[in-house]
C-alpha cells in the first residue's frame, strides 16, 4: 500500500459516521464560498476523495460509491478537506467543473424561504439532459 | 394560530427528514460566508427557526430541541433560510453572536487535513468555561 493511501486510511478510519455509517459531507466553491451541495460519505468514499482528489460520495438512492460527475462531467476538484470538532461531518472546498445540481442550477441550495413559500433565487443554467450527477 | 406560525408549519411539513426524522442543517456566516457549523433539525426546530428568526436545532446528545445560544449566549441570528433540490438540507444563513463551536473556535471547521494528519487553522478564540452551545 502506497504512503498516500495509508494516509487517507488512516483519515477515513478516525471519523465518526454516525448515520448509518455515513458522514455528512458539504462542499463549498474554494472561489465564491457558496455552499454547492451537501451529500454522505462512508469510509471507502472519504478514501477515494483523498487518494485521487475527485470527490466521492455515497450514494443513498443507488447504494454505491458514487464519483461526483461520472456521468455528467461534472467533477469536483477537491483543493482541501475540513474536519468539524464532532468529527461527524467534513467541507470539501472544491472547484466545480460544470455545475454541481442535477437540476441544473449553479447549487442544490437554488431555492429560499420567502413570505409567500418558497422562492427561486438562481437562474436555471443547465441541460435538463445532462444531470449533474 | 398566527399566520406566520401555519407558514412556518407548512414549511417544516413540507421536508423530507430523511435521517430517523432528521434534516441536516448547514450554518454559513452571511457576511463572509465561511461555513460555521453543520447541525440537524426535526420538524419542530424548523418551525421554531422560522417563527423566532433564532436558529434551533435537535441536540442528538440531549435528545430535545435546542435553541443555539441557550447556554452561552451565542445566538445565531436567521437573515435566510435555503432548501436544496431534495428538500432534505438546509442552509441557513446567519449572523452569529459570539462564536459557533464549544470548542471555542469561530467555525466547528477549524482544522484540515495535511500531510501529516490534521492541522489546525483557525486561532482558539473561546473561552473554554463558556462553551458555544
Known amino acids: 500500500m502506497k504512503l498516500a493511501e495509508i494516509k487517507a ?7 465518526d459516521y454516525h448515520f448509518h455509517g455515513l458522514i455528512t459531507a458539504v462542499v463549498q466553491d474554494s ?3 457558496e455552499i454547492l451541495m451537501v451529500a454522505y460519505m462512508n469510509r471507502e ?3 477515494k476523495t ?8 455515497w450514494s443513498r438512492k443507488r447504494e454505491r460509491l458514487w464519483l461526483k ?6 467533477f469536483q476538484e ?3 478537506i475540513l474536519i468539524d470538532c464532532d468529527e461527524d461531518a467534513v467541507l470539501l472546498k472544491v472547484k466545480q467543473i460544470g455545475y454541481p445540481c ?17 422562492k427561486r433565487i438562481l437562474p436555471h ?3 435538463k439532459n445532462k444531470k449533474g450527477e
Open 31 to 33: 472561489t465564491t464560498k
Open 125 to 127: 443554467i443547465g441541460d
Open 102 to 118: 442535477h437540476k441544473g442550477y449553479a447549487s442544490c441550495f437554488f431555492r429560499a424561504v420567502g413570505k409567500e413559500g418558497l
Open 50 to 57: 483523498v487518494t485521487t482528489g475527485l470527490a466521492h460520495f
Open 78 to 80: 477537491v483543493e482541501s
Open 45 to 47: 468514499a472519504v478514501k
Open 69 to 74: 460527475g461520472e456521468r455528467s462531467g461534472h
Open 9 to 15: 486510511q488512516r483519515l477515513a478510519e478516525s471519523l
